[in-house]
């Protein structure tokens, strides 16, 4: 696991209720990285956010600590397959 999937994941970790259900998978794509962000089916809104602003900060700061370029950031939550 990077530097910056181990960083999303703690990050995630102290927004929601079940940290113990969170998960980065980290994927590598032609045009980047994709860091699929699993959490339990009741922490999905948490994550989210009023109008995605949470997710939208969780993108930034994963491009923030980018060193390889673009990084694309999903949540999703641990039930869908």
Same mark, same amino acid.
């Given at each position: 696991?990077?530097? %910056?999937?181990?960083? %999303?994941?703690? @990050? +995630?970790? !102290? ?5 113990? *259900?969170?998960?980065? /998978?980290?994927?590598? @794509?032609?045009? !980047?990285? @994709? ?6 089916? #009741?922490? @999905? !809104?948490?994550?989210? $956010?009023? /109008? #995605?602003? &949470?997710?939208? *900060?969780?993108?930034?700061? *994963?491009?923030? %600590?980018? &060193?390889? $370029?673009?990084?694309? +950031?999903? +949540? ?6």
């Amino acid at each position: 696991m990077s530097m %910056l999937s181990e960083s %999303l994941e703690h @990050l +995630v970790s !102290g927004i929601v209720d079940e940290p113990e *259900a969170v998960r980065v /998978n980290e994927k590598s @794509l032609r045009r !980047g990285k @994709l860091l699929e962000v699993r959490v339990a089916p #009741g922490d @999905l !809104g948490r994550v989210i $956010g009023r /109008n #995605g602003r &949470t997710a939208k *900060a969780l993108r930034s700061v *994963a491009s923030a %600590l980018s &060193t390889n $370029g673009s990084v694309r +950031v999903d +949540v999703i939550d641990q039930d869908r397959h």
